[in-house]
């Protein structure tokens, strides 16, 4: 998904921040535990169209962010090179 698109958009409920899930092409809010589509390239922010999310599938999303970051650091951390 494109950077700026990420940047600009907010939950339509709570107007909190959107992270995006890449495995499952949607955006999700971790306050409303709600997940939006993308459909067509198009994020569909209507409120009646979002999955409802588990808390433990919130949970699972956090730690391969953290992971990823993590993984990240490292690999740029000078005794990798």
Same mark, same amino acid.
């Given at each position: ?8 958009? #907010? ?5 909190? /921040?959107?992270?995006? $899930? =890449?495995?499952?092409?949607? !955006? ?7 997940? !939006?589509? #993308?459909?067509?390239?198009? /994020?569909?922010? #209507? /409120?009646? =169209?979002?999955?409802?999310?588990? =808390? =433990? &599938?919130?949970? &699972?999303?956090?730690? $391969? &962010? ?16």
């Amino acid at each position: 998904m494109d950077a700026k698109i990420t940047e600009i958009l #907010v939950c339509p409920l709570c107007k909190g /921040p959107l992270l995006w $899930n =890449e495995k499952k092409k949607e !955006f999700y809010c971790r306050s409303d535990m709600k997940a !939006f589509p #993308v459909i067509d390239g198009i /994020p569909c922010m #209507v /409120p009646t =169209e979002a999955r409802e999310m588990k =808390e =433990e &599938e919130i949970e &699972e999303l956090d730690k $391969n &962010e953290l992971y990823r970051h993590y993984s990240c650091s490292l690999s740029q951390h000078p005794s990798a090179q």
